[in-house]
């Protein structure tokens, strides 16, 4: 059973960098493919970006391609989301997940969650 927690939100203002992490536990970290997906109030959660398991692969939702980066380190178990150029419309509760070998972008493909940490952009 794998086990995330994420950290790192917070309330910042247009154009503030962010980073977010995402501590695991409880499986083999590098098999697991990782991504981030968030939920603003009223809304679907919706996915944001996705990394195998190597670290080498990656893929962004459009709005967020240029401006947020997608990384991990296995040795440390940890799934990063560089967040550059922020705008009111990322305010969201951003949630990691993880998935066993292959990378997703549907969420209800990910069986493992965190309990969300939230990102408020201010103007």
């Known amino acids: 059973q794998v086990q995330l927690v994420e950290s790192g939100g917070g309330l910042v203002q247009v154009g503030d960098s962010l980073r977010l992490s995402c501590q695991g536990s409880?499986?083999?970290?590098?098999?697991?493919?990782m991504a981030w997906f968030r939920q603003a109030p009223g809304k679907e959660r919706e996915f944001v970006a996705r990394?195998?398991?190597?670290?080498?692969?990656?893929a962004y939702t459009n709005s967020v391609k240029g401006r947020f980066t997608i990384s991990r380190d296995n040795a440390k178990n940890t799934l990063l989301l560089q967040m550059n150029s922020l705008k009111p419309e990322d305010t969201a509760v951003y949630y990691c997940?993880?998935?066993?070998?292959?990378?997703?972008?549907?969420?209800?493909?990910?069986?493992?969650w965190g309990q969300g940490t939230q990102v408020t952009v201010s103007s």
């Open positions: 997940a993880a998935r066993f070998r292959y990378m997703s972008s549907i969420t209800s493909e990910y069986p493992y």
């Open positions: 409880g499986g083999t970290f590098s098999t697991y493919a």
């Open positions: 990394i195998d398991g190597t670290g080498v692969i990656s």
